[in-house]
Nanobody, 120 residues
Framework: HVQLVESGGGSVQAGGSLKLSCKDSTNIDSHYCMGWFHQAPGKERERIAFVSRDGITKYADSVKGRFTIFKDNSANTVNLEMHNLKPEDTGMYTC???????????????WGQGTQVTVS
């Protein structure tokens, strides 16, 4: 049974940094993709970063150059380092995991509860 638990959200001033972490109850390499999603107030959830089982990463244009996604296999976590945060980064950040280890495309099926980030 896959459970994803996010942590690391909070309030920060514009220009600041935060690191989010997503703990997987199973082996993170049992998912082809793991990713982070952002839902701003009043908007739809958007995928902002993902990392594949073979290490490929991809970012939304809105976070490219500011956010970094990386896996920590020893801790079974997928992390998101966020720098130069902007007020528009405010929202709920949710971790997602692929339904299987097979690629070649991502199919997110498991979700965490999310962690709130507020940038003022």
């Amino acid at each position: 049974h896959v459970q994803l638990v996010e942590s690391g959200g909070g309030s920060v001033q514009a220009g600041g940094s935060l690191k989010l972490s997503c703990k997987d109850s199973t082996n993170i390499d049992s998912h082809y993709c793991m990713g982070w999603f952002h839902q701003a107030p009043g908007k739809e959830r958007e995928r902002i970063a993902f990392v594949s089982r073979d290490g490929i990463t991809k970012y939304a244009d809105s976070v490219k150059g500011r956010f970094t996604i990386f896996k920590d296999n020893s801790a079974n976590t997928v992390n998101l380092e966020m720098h130069n945060l902007k007020p528009e980064d405010t929202g709920m950040y949710t971790c997602g995991a692929d339904r299987s280890w097979r690629g070649p495309t991502c199919s997110f099926a498991y979700w965490g509860q999310g962690t709130q980030v507020t940038v003022s």
